[in-house]
């Protein structure tokens, strides 16, 4: 691998960085042509490109939530190329459409990542789990 892979975690850091700073082309600038991504709540089955699939996501959360934070707690080196990281979403809710919270209360939902670099270090896949039970205690409290 070209980079050390003490380097996985500031790249990883990097990312979501630019994730809380709302630079999706920051994001996608550190993953590689091809990337690809799976949102493990859609299903199991659900990978897809990283752009013009998940950056599309990625672009709407600042619009849904405008203040809406990403902070890294725990970024772990695993094997080889890849890395686990724990991370909490979270913002004010601005409208209630779905009935998930109530108008301006902040939700935290923790995430799970699992990113893998290519040789040239960049994210060629992306993996992300969160706590569903969470959006669903919310929705409850909301009630």
């Given at each position: 691998?070209k980079?050390?892979?003490?380097?996985?975690?500031?790249?990883?850091?990097?990312?979501?960085?630019?994730?809380?700073a709302?630079?999706?082309?920051?994001?996608?600038?550190?993953c590689?042509?091809?990337?690809?991504g799976?949102?493990?709540?859609?299903?199991?089955?659900?990978?897809v490109p990283?752009?013009?699939?998940?950056?599309?996501?990625?672009?709407?959360f600042?619009?849904?939530?405008?203040?809406?934070?990403?902070?890294?707690v725990e970024?772990?080196?695993?094997?080889?190329?890849?890395?686990v990281?724990?991370?909490?979403?979270?913002?004010?809710?601005?409208a209630?459409p779905?009935?998930?919270?109530?108008?301006?209360?902040?939700?935290?939902?923790?995430?799970?990542y699992?990113?893998?670099f290519?040789?040239?270090?960049?994210?060629?896949?992306l993996d992300?789990?969160?706590?569903?039970?969470?959006?669903?205690?919310?929705?409850?409290?909301?009630?």
């Open positions: 691998m980079n050390e892979t003490k380097d996985l975690k500031t790249m990883a850091q990097n990312f979501f960085a630019a994730y809380d709302h630079d999706v082309d920051g994001m996608t600038a550190l590689a042509d091809g990337a690809v799976r949102y493990a709540p859609y299903g199991l089955k659900s990978v990283i752009r013009g699939g998940i950056d599309v996501i990625w672009r709407a600042p619009q849904a939530v405008p203040n809406f934070r990403v902070e890294a970024i772990i080196l695993a094997e080889a190329n890849t890395v990281a724990q991370a909490i979403m979270s913002g004010p809710i601005p209630d779905l009935g998930i919270a109530k108008k301006g209360q902040v939700v935290f939902i923790p995430h799970a699992i990113l893998r290519n040789t040239d270090g960049k994210i060629s896949r992300a789990y969160w706590d569903n039970a969470v959006l669903n205690g919310i929705k409850a409290s909301a009630l």
